[in-house]
């Protein structure tokens, strides 16, 4: 198992709750896929998981290399934590890149208090870690 890169990313959670209030739809339509904006606005700290995800995106990129190659916000989505952890689902050219890369899999870790928000994440090559 080989390493392709690695991205980490904080953001403070009030920056990200301006962006909302600034620009509404368009901000969460660039940023987020459907399922991401349901699951966050049903949450009692909702800027805490929309800031988490934002800085997961952002650490995904850096690890992908992403920004260059077109990769955009709403193409990779940290679905709800299931038993195995956060995850990270890739789409259109974010998927596509990762391929030409032999990414197989991009792994990430969230974390929020009421300030503060980070993504860590690490694309790797090669087959399956358990």
């Known amino acids: 198992m080989n390493v392709f890169g690695i991205g980490t990313e904080i953001v403070e959670c009030v920056r990200i709750a301006k962006m909302i209030e600034r620009h509404g739809e368009l901000f969460l ?3 987020y896929t459907t ?11 909702a ?8 800085a997961a ?11 260059v190659h077109g990769v ?3 193409q990779i989505e940290i679905p709800a934590e299931g038993p195995g952890g956060a995850k990270v689902r ?3 050219r974010a998927a596509t890149w990762a391929a030409q ?9 969230l974390g929020s208090c009421r300030t503060h928000a980070t ?4 694309a790797l090559l090669g087959g399956r870690m358990p």
């Open 101 to 109: 890369c032999g990414v197989e899999e991009v792994r990430i870790s």
């Open 72 to 74: 955009r916000w709403n």
């Open 29 to 31: 339509e660039r940023v």
């Open 35 to 45: 399922a991401e904006v349901d699951y966050c606005s049903q949450r009692g700290s």
């Open 57 to 67: 995106k952002e650490a995904v990129v850096k690890a992908l290399a992403g920004r």
């Open 47 to 54: 800027m805490q998981h929309y800031a988490a995800r934002w």
């Open 90 to 92: 890739l789409q259109g």
């Open 119 to 122: 993504g860590f994440a690490i």
